[in-house]
Structure formats: structure tokens, C-alpha cells
């Protein structure tokens, strides 16, 4: 799903709401955790995920058109982490719970 297309969704989803808020909305999400990342904050959905920054070392790459060895700065690198409920509704649903035994009625 493409940002318009997530924008076109939201619109048809709340009709009492004008396609530019919800362009303003989405863009203010979008925006607000680029800005925390690249603050080296954390940023936590619950049931979606946590979006952070993790730091690469620099290293020594290699050209591969020629071979020559060339130096890598470190950098900051997005990272995602599904949480808990996202990677069971993209897996179809809840994980499957063990079979139970039903129990006997006892009359008394």
C-alpha cells in the first residue's frame, strides 16, 4: 500500500473527514517519527511495532567494478520490529491453541 493509497483508504473509511486532513494526519504521523528516529528516540505502537535507529560501525566495502577497497562511514540504519498482534494477523490470525480435553459433567 502506497501513502496515497493509505490516505484514499482513511477517506472512504471516514467520510465525515476532508481528504486534506487526512493527508495532514498521515503526514504528521510519518513526520513525527522521523523526527524521533532521527533524535535516537524509540518509537512504540502498541500491537504494531517499534520503529528505532541502530548504529552500523564503519567498516571497509569494496568498489565492485574495480575491486579497490573503500571506506564505509558508520551510519544510523531504520529498524522495525513487528510486535506480538501484527505478526499473527499477517500469519493468519492468532496462533492455534492447544486441543483441551473437555471435562466430564459431575452430578451431583
Do not use: C
Amino acid at each position: 500500500m502506497t501513502k496515497s493509497e493509505l490516505i484514499a483508504h482513511l477517506a472512504a473509511e471516514n467520510p465525515h473527514l476532508r481528504q486534506p486532513d487526512i493527508e495532514l494526519i498521515v503526514a504528521t504521523i510519518f513526520d513525527e517519527i522521523t523526527a524521533a528516529l532521527a533524535r535516537g528516540d524509540r518509537v512504540e505502537l502498541r500491537g504494531f511495532g517499534a520503529f528505532s535507529a541502530k548504529q552500523r560501525d564503519a567498516r571497509t566495502g569494496r568498489n565492485p567494478r574495480t575491486g579497490e577497497a573503500v571506506p564505509v562511514a558508520g551510519k544510523a540504519v531504520p529498524y522495525f520490529k513487528p510486535g506480538k498482534e501484527l505478526r499473527e494477523r499477517v500469519n493468519g490470525g492468532s496462533p492455534q491453541a492447544p486441543a483441551r480435553v473437555p471435562r466430564s459433567r459431575v452430578e451431583a
